[in-house]
């Protein structure tokens, strides 16, 4: 009898020795992969009453690619004609002719942005903003605003550059806002983007929760 309460006894406490250990060992955290550097261009865009999707538009993560438009005339807002764009995974470009805005009395005969390794340039081909002429390679961000017949007041930002929530840079080579009846519209010409995405936040590591484990006897 005595022999038998001992050989209990012990599986018991072998039972309570291994429920106190932990299961399995905890894997051991990885740092977040860094995103893949990627291009993207397009060659225009209108938000607003009379909104253009961006078109042609083209991205890549890898190899080049590329798309062409021969004419773009969805409203009377705008009319231009040989848009242009390609992207790869660090270089974006694109171009259009023959522009003209007529409620801004916008022209220019080419308009292009270029994104090449994070750095961005525009430049302008014999383009005007009512019947001046705009810098063919203006400085970043170069704001003019122009009075509009019947509309208002307008503003046109030339060699647009942003800093992307992504980490990518932006560069629009001409964004032009209208004060249209009704709603505001903002015209968006020739814009290529490039760049490597900012690394996502490391999760913190859990920490471990520390229990006291009753034991009777």
Same mark, same amino acid.
């Given at each position: 009898?005595?022999?038998?309460? $001992?050989?209990?006894?012990?599986? %018991?406490?072998?039972? $309570? ?81 023959? %522009? ?6 916008? %022209? ?42 019947? $509309? ?25 806002? $209208? ?33 006291? %484990?009753?034991?009777?006897?």
């Amino acid at each position: 009898m005595s022999y038998r309460r $001992l050989t209990i006894t012990g599986l %018991l406490a072998t039972g $309570l020795i291994a429920t106190a250990a932990p299961a399995t060992a905890a894997a051991p955290a990885t740092a977040p992969a860094a995103p893949r550097p990627e291009g993207s261009a397009y060659g225009l865009t209108v938000d607003g009453p009379l909104a253009v999707p961006p078109l042609p538009a083209v991205s890549s993560a890898a190899g080049p690619v590329s798309k062409s438009l021969a004419r773009e005339a969805h409203t009377k807002l705008l009319n231009a004609s040989a848009l242009d764009v390609t992207a790869s995974s660090t270089r974006a470009r694109s171009t259009v002719a023959h %522009l003209a805005v007529p409620p801004a009395q916008l %022209l220019a005969s080419a308009v292009s942005a270029e994104c090449d390794g994070g750095r961005g340039s525009a430049h302008l081909t014999r383009a005007a903003l009512a019947g001046k002429r705009l810098d063919a390679t203006p400085p970043p961000n170069t704001t003019i605003p122009v009075d509009v017949d019947g $509309l208002g007041r307008a503003s046109l930002i030339l060699n647009k550059q942003q800093r992307m929530a992504d980490g990518r840079l932006a560069v629009t080579a001409m964004e032009l806002r $209208l004060p249209l009846p009704g709603k505001a519209s903002t015209v968006r010409v020739a814009s290529a983007m490039c760049g490597r995405g900012a690394v996502p936040p490391e999760a913190p590591a859990p920490e471990p929760v520390k229990r006291d %484990l009753p034991v009777t006897g």
